[in-house]
């Protein structure tokens, strides 16, 4: 409007018109999440890695870049990528995967999933950090730039296999002299040890007798062709 504006000394002498647009649309952030389950297993076993996506706005984000996951060290992927997100790749790696450059991530939520495994024992955690995803979402007719704000973390616990182990030690028995008198009995102790992570069960004991001995009468041992064999339940 002609002098609308004015000072002192001067108004504006011609029409002047400017126009700025307001949006009402929140462009929200896209939420990441993973976690492994089972979260412990043993060595060379398989966990499912699940990594969820979430789009909360009401168009499409189009990714600006590869989105990728890379698992912890010692840890490997064990089969195919699948899920409910658009174009899940590996990246022809052992150790990644995730969404190549250009995929759209429909509002609402899809999934990444794959079998991992490691064979060797120990803790993994590894995090998505942010803005590792990094796409765009069209706010009208401007496409706004996004990325995750938040750090998903998930960790997986991988123990040994189960098994026993078994070891033995062989003694003379408390008490007992090193130097006897012919035809003295000789008592022995021989003792098990389990060295495993799991009981052994249904174990048989064989002792061998030196040449010029011989097995007592006795409830808890049999002697058969110089071999002593304990009696177990």
């Not at 010692?74 to 658009?86: D, E, H, I, R, S």
């Not at 049999?222 to 304990?230: D, N, P, Q, Y």
């Amino acid at each position: 409007v002609p002098g609308a504006l004015q000072t002192s000394s001067c108004s504006t002498i011609d029409t002047t018109e400017a126009c700025i647009e307001f949006k009402n649309s929140y462009i929200a952030a896209p939420l990441l999440k993973k976690a492994f389950a089972p979260a412990m297993v043993q060595t060379n076993q398989n966990s499912t890695l699940t990594i969820t996506i979430e789009n909360r706005n009401s168009t499409p984000i189009t990714l600006g870049q590869d989105f990728k996951d890379e698992l912890p060290a010692g840890v490997v992927l064990a089969g195919v990528a699948t899920g409910t997100c658009a174009t899940i790749s590996t990246f022809s790696s052992t150790n990644e995967v995730g969404l190549t450059s250009g995929s759209t991530i429909a509002p609402g939520t899809c999934t990444i999933i794959v079998p991992v495994t490691s064979a060797t024992a120990g803790d993994y955690c590894n995090t998505i950090p942010m803005n590792a995803m990094i796409g765009t979402v069209s706010n009208g007719s401007i496409p706004v730039m996004t990325g995750n704000e938040d750090i998903a973390e998930a960790c997986l616990k991988v123990v040994p296999n189960p098994i026993f182990d078994l070891a033995l030690r062989k003694t003379l028995a408390p008490g007992q002299d090193s130097i006897v008198t012919l035809g003295a009995t000789v008592n022995y102790r021989i003792r098990l040890f389990n060295q495993g992570t799991v009981d052994a069960t249904d174990i048989q004991v064989t002792d061998y007798i030196p040449t010029g001995m011989s097995l007592p009468t006795s409830t808890q041992w049999t002697a058969t062709a110089g071999k002593a064999t304990l009696i177990t339940p």
